[in-house]
Each structure stands twice: as structure tokens, then as C-alpha cells.
């Protein structure tokens, strides 16, 4: 059977990519979904509104039960376990600890002893500088060193799952740098094409962080940039496509290009019709040290895994994102 065709399980699924993914699966008719995540005082709740789902659970609330009573909440044919801190700037580690690490082992165990297809973000900050490479394909995962508890956090579970035997049998996704719609309760960590829209309809112009590496000049530090449309078509196509379905392990999910902040930058003014104006601040000396100056995802593993489609250019992604939803305050499905 294929994992689409009976009931989703979205954790994380009010936040920036697992509403996509939702409004993703309800673009292919897909309505049984359970929806589990924490709403708090933000606005992450406007991303539910346009939404099609069967039920929303707070997440602790989930959880609580399903430790009380495994089937409590029926049966799922695919689980996206979508939900976590975010943050690179979280200090509390026993709190990423146990949101990141912990209750991604009691959802894998769960969804394994089930014969449920479970499918998870790990995350591109497990690579840490990316000097010891970005490869999906190296399977000594203990050689990585993430820069920050969040990336440790996610990089505990992937080792975790290598060490149980896991890996054969779902999947964890390595996002690089997303951004697109449903992303505006993040805050800081919002993408810089959300945050210098903003600052370019305020102050028409926008502040990029100075290099403090002398092998990269002011705004080339590079990134491999989502759009998050193309992240959720990869995110399915492990529980959609026949050839994706029988992949196990770590996927990098990425453009499979680095551009710079000073182009993708340029395509933000360009999706405005407006001349570049940019500017240089100083990098807080909190970031420094745990800076990315160059990320890209070889995304080839994924490729061979049956996925076939376009991944969308950075400036039309850009002009996508800006026109249709920064510009008319709209989210997905609105």
C-alpha cells in the first residue's frame, strides 16, 4: 500500500515546513492527517486557517498518550516527524535534548514496531563548517562535529538510528537553507528573504553580515537555498514515489547549488523592481565561531533514489515567494 493512502501523521505540522508539507498532501487529496505541534503566543497558528486535517493534538498532549496508551490515537500508514526547535541560538541543551533527540527515538520506536513509514528532519547543521564534507553517502557519521546544540541534537538521532539498525528502514532528511511561505512566526530565524523584504519595504535597503574569513569577501559567504515547495515534493517522494518508498537512510535535501547573500539578495530588490542598496553590519561575536561560510548539497544520492523533478530556480523561487504571498501577506493554501 502506498503510505499516502491511509492516515498522516505531521508532527510539527503548524510550523514552516510541516504546513507545507500538509498543504502539499491536501493538493493531492490527501485530508486524513493528524496534525500534532505547540501553538503558543505567536502567529503559527494562521498557517492552520487555509489547512485541510482530521485533528489537531497538542504535541505534548500526543505524546503523553501515546507513552500511556501506544494506539491511542489509531493507526498511521506514514509518519513526517517534522516537529522540533529550530533555533541555532538555543542555549537550553537539556531542553534540545530531550525535544529533538528523545522524542524523535520514542516516535521511530513507535512508528517501526507499527510497520509505519517514518520519515524525519535531520538537518544539514549535522555537517557543522563542512569541512569534513556534506556527503550522504559517508557512513561514519561520528566524525561530524555540528557547530551548536541544535545540530547536535538532530546529529544524536542519526547516530542513534545507525547504531539500532534503523536506517535501512525510514528516512532522515538533511534540509540546507529553506525558506518560502509560512515561515513568519520564526523570528530571527526567519529566512533573510522574509526578513530584507521587510527591511527593504522599511528602510530600502538591506544589512548583510561582513566575512571575517579572508578567503570570502563581504556577502559571498555562500548557502544552498530551498525554495520550501521543493523541499516538501522531496519530503513525499519518500512516502509517495514506488522507488522512494523503498529508500532508507540520510538524504541531503538542497538546491544542489550555492549562490551568495549578495545574489540571493539581488533577486529579493529584482522581485521588487528596485535597485540593489546593500549594506555591511558586523557578525555578533555569539556567531562567529559557529558560522557556515559555505554550504551545498549533493543532492545525487537523492536523485537515485527516483526523483526526477526541476528543482526551481533561486531567483524565480525568490519572485514566487515575494509576489505571491510577502507582498499580499497570504500563506499556503490561502
Not at 491536501?26 to 486535517?53: A, C, M, Y
Not at 512508528?111 to 544539514?124: E, G, P
Amino acid at each position: 500500500m502506498n503510505p499516502l493512502d491511509g492516515r498522516i501523521l505531521v508532527t510539527g505540522g503548524a510550523g514552516f515546513i510541516g504546513s507545507a508539507l500538509v498543504w502539499a498532501l491536501n493538493q493531492r487529496g490527501h485530508h486524513e492527517i493528524v496534525i500534532t505541534d505547540f501553538l503558543g503566543s505567536d502567529e503559527k497558528w494562521r498557517n492552520l486557517v487555509p489547512l485541510r486535517f482530521a485533528d489537531y493534538v497538542q504535541a505534548d498532549v500526543f505524546r503523553r498518550e501515546l507513552q500511556r496508551h501506544p494506539d491511542a490515537f489509531g493507526r498511521f500508514s506514514a509518519v513526517f516527524h517534522l516537529g522540533a526547535c529550530s533555533a541555532t541560538t538555543e542555549r537550553d541543551a537539556a531542553y534540545l535534548a530531550d525535544n529533538n533527540y528523545t522524542v524523535t527515538k520514542e516516535l521511530a520506536a513507535w512508528a517501526l514496531a507499527r510497520d509505519t513509514r517514518f520519515i524525519y528532519a535531520s538537518s544539514a547543521a549535522t555537517y557543522g563548517d563542512g569541512t569534513l564534507g556534506m556527503d550522504d553517502r559517508n557512513e561514519d557519521l561520528q566524525r561530524l562535529r555540528p557547530l551548536n546544540m541544535y545540530g547536535y541534537s538532530k546529529h544524536l538521532f542519526d547516530l542513534h538510528a545507525q547504531r539500532e539498525g534503523w536506517l535501512s528502514r525510514i528516512v532522515g532528511v538533511k534540509y540546507f537553507n529553506v525558506f518560502g511561505p509560512n515561515e513568519d512566526h520564526k523570528g530571527e530565524m526567519r529566512s533573510l528573504v522574509n526578513k530584507a523584504y521587510r527591511q527593504i519595504e522599511s528602510t530600502g535597503t538591506v544589512q548583510l553580515f561582513r566575512s571575517h574569513r579572508p578567503d570570502f569577501r563581504d556577502g559571498e559567504q555562500m548557502r544552498d537555498f530551498l525554495y520550501v515547495k521543493d523541499a516538501v515534493e522531496m519530503t513525499l517522494h519518500f512516502a509517495s514515489d514506488p522507488a522512494g518508498c523503498r529508500a532508507g537512510g540520510l538524504f541531503n535535501l538542497g538546491s544542489g547549488e550555492a549562490n551568495t547573500w549578495l545574489t540571493l539578495a539581488r533577486a529579493i530588490f529584482a522581485a521588487r523592481g528596485r535597485e540593489p542598496n546593500i549594506s555591511f553590519i558586523e557578525m555578533p561575536e555569539a556567531l562567529r565561531g559557529k558560522y557556515q561560510y559555505f554550504t551545498k548539497a549533493d543532492i545525487g544520492r537523492l536523485r537515485e533514489s527516483g526523483y526526477v523533478k526541476k528543482v526551481t530556480p533561486l531567483a524565480e523561487a525568490v519572485a514566487d515567494y515575494v509576489g505571491n504571498y510577502l507582498s499580499k501577506d497570504r500563506r499556503l493554501g490561502d
